[in-house]
């Protein structure tokens, strides 16, 4: 089966005044219809940069560049702005992090919703209408009708991320992106959330892309991972195996980090990876997570790793044996 999305060596490179800031390097992923894939890692590691370079909607500056990169049989990267104006809210729309900051506050919801329709399906706005208030009854708002008249002030926050998938949803795109759409709500609200995005994915068979940090959200939502760390993918495979025996360091040690109930003893600290995500600014050689990692060598700043694959469908971006790293991951997970 060929994939829905399809991205070969995609970059992001930024020009800073201490030189280039690369972003996001040369990445590989593809997204199956009906299928999950979740981009994992710490913040400043190019989860969201990879989404907006997807929808191109990156900053002024910033320059994409990619090898491959096509949706279905599209290729985006031959697509001029006004063609692809046409794919976004279409073909693929985006759940963006903050809904407060992505609506606009001077129009009402049934107006941006409608705008959404209007724009790529030619109706009327009686039928545009219609499509606003089944989806906002779709993502579990009740009196949609009425809603549509409101304001994004009017609305609390999980009612305006529901407005912001029933948006995403007006024109029954095959690929949505959401970009951490859980990560201003409340621990009740992010699980209502979280449950009505897979309900709707299985009823309308998109392929999406989930951005976050939360692993527990990984276990519940996702089909295969894409752990990314300084812009690269570090580990890439299905999400059991991913939780099951980790290979790269990286992952082990963000696997690490969750609390598991039982197991951290009172007084004690939980574990965390130490240091920060490194600024990828000029040339970049080696490793990049060996300044926080346990198992450093020599190789390692000198080496430019490539994913290696010991299984079918598994890659991993390390010099450590692939034996080496299951039992370290299974150290971890103990």
Do not use: W
Not at 131 to 153: C, D, M, N, W
Not at 155 to 177: D, F, K, T
Not at 288 to 304: G, K, L, Q
């Amino acid at each position: 089966m060929s994939a829905l999305l399809q991205a070969e060596n995609l970059s992001v490179d930024i020009p800073v005044p201490g030189g280039v800031l690369h972003a996001v390097r040369r990445v590989n992923f593809n997204v199956n219809q009906g299928e999950t894939l979740c981009l994992v890692g710490e913040s400043g590691c190019g989860k969201s940069l990879t989404a907006l370079a997807i929808m191109d909607l990156l900053p002024h500056k910033a320059r994409r560049s990619a090898q491959k990169l096509s949706l279905a049989e599209t290729d985006l990267l031959a697509l001029r702005y006004r063609q692809m104006a046409d794919i976004r809210g279409n073909q693929m729309s985006m759940i963006f992090q903050d809904p407060m900051t992505s609506l606009n506050p001077a129009y009402t919801i049934g107006d941006q919703l409608m705008e959404i329709f209007l724009r790529h399906r030619k109706s009327s706005r009686a039928q545009a209408r219609d499509r606003a208030v089944f989806l906002l009854e779709k993502v579990g708002i009740t009196a949609a009708g009425s809603r549509l008249k409101q304001y994004p002030h009017q609305l609390s926050g999980g009612l305006r991320q529901r407005v912001m998938i029933a948006m995403g949803l007006m024109c029954e795109p095959a690929l949505i992106l959401a970009d951490e759409p859980t990560t201003a709500l409340d621990v009740t609200i992010q699980g209502q959330i979280l449950h009505l995005l897979a309900d709707l994915q299985r009823e309308f068979q998109m392929g999406m892309i989930l951005i976050t940090h939360d692993l527990g959200v990984v276990a519940r939502v996702a089909d295969r991972v894409a752990v990314m760390y300084a812009g690269q993918i570090v580990e890439t495979g299905d999400v059991h195996r991913i939780f099951e025996s980790p290979l790269h360091p990286y992952t082990q040690g963000l696997l690490a980090c969750v609390p598991v109930p039982g197991k951290i003893g009172r007084n004690k600290h939980l574990h965390s990876i130490p240091g920060i995500v490194p600024a990828p600014i000029g040339d970049l050689v080696g490793c990049s997570f060996r300044n926080r990692c346990s198992h450093t060598m020599d190789i390692c700043a000198s080496d430019d790793q490539r994913l290696k694959a010991p299984a079918l469908a598994r890659g991993y971006r390390c010099v450590l044996d692939p034996e080496v790293c299951r039992r370290n991951g299974q150290m971890v997970a103990a």
